[in-house]
């Protein structure tokens, strides 16, 4: 799981995805329930147009009774999609987003300890994260909350993302589920965002461990 990244400003967003000019965004680190940006299908247009919108890093599900939930959102595993409640309806109806990254950052114990790894871009340029959106009305107040999660794939045989995460001692190395998020490259935002949900499918894969600059966060 990622639960901790560095969102770049809005005008890092706007020289690489061409959406967002005038946000008054401004690049921080994000944590679950904070605010931080994602790219979506713009709504409410004839035409396919990106859009950078605001919202909660933890998907809020239609069903839910209140804002504040009592179960993580923040990180939803790509192989549930299709069938997990929480998930489900957005993942049918292709509400898909980008979610851009400066960094991220991920626990590596090989040392017995936690120790934070940050993970950038081999070519210095930002992520862009695959991760699903929804909106979610108050029905008390009805405020309309928009809000989005990060979607992840087993890592377990990624000679880099596999050493992450506190290892299970009652799994074997080869089913501990260890987790990574999917990039979606530059040329395939726009399939992501727009294509069908079969096309979607084909782009939600483990990124090359040539891509990776990751390294402890304190040498970093």
């Not at 639960?3 to 400003?9: E, F, L, W």
């Not at 999660?149 to 190395?173: E, F, G, I, V, Y």
């Not at 998020?181 to 483990?206: C, H, S, Y």
């Amino acid at each position: 799981m990622c639960t901790r990244y560095i969102s770049p400003d809005a005008a890092d967003i706007e020289r690489l995805w061409h959406v967002g000019a005038g946000q008054p965004w401004r690049g921080v680190e994000v944590y679950p329930n904070y605010q931080g940006p994602f790219i979506r299908a713009a709504r409410d247009v004839t035409e396919p147009a990106r859009e950078l919108v605001v919202g909660q890093w933890a998907l809020i599900p239609w069903f839910a009774k209140e804002r504040k939930l009592k179960y993580p959102t923040s990180n939803a595993r790509s192989e549930e999609l299709a069938d997990k409640a929480s998930y489900k309806h957005p993942w049918a109806r292709g509400q898909r987003c980008i979610i851009p990254a400066q960094a991220f950052f991920e626990p590596n114990w090989e040392s017995g300890k936690h120790v934070p790894w940050i993970f950038r871009r081999a070519d210095g340029l930002p992520w862009g994260l695959a991760g699903l959106w929804n909106i979610w009305t108050d029905k008390d107040t009805g405020e309309l909350v928009e809000s989005y999660t990060m979607l992840t794939l087993n890592a377990d045989q990624h000679p880099l993302m596999s050493r992450m995460h506190r290892p299970d001692p009652k799994r074997p190395p080869t089913m501990q589920d260890k987790r990574s998020v999917v990039p979606i490259e530059p040329e395939d935002v726009d399939l992501w965002l727009f294509g069908t949900v079969v096309q979607a499918q084909g782009l939600i894969r483990l990124a090359p461990p040539a891509c990776f600059d990751g390294r402890p966060a304190a040498a970093a």
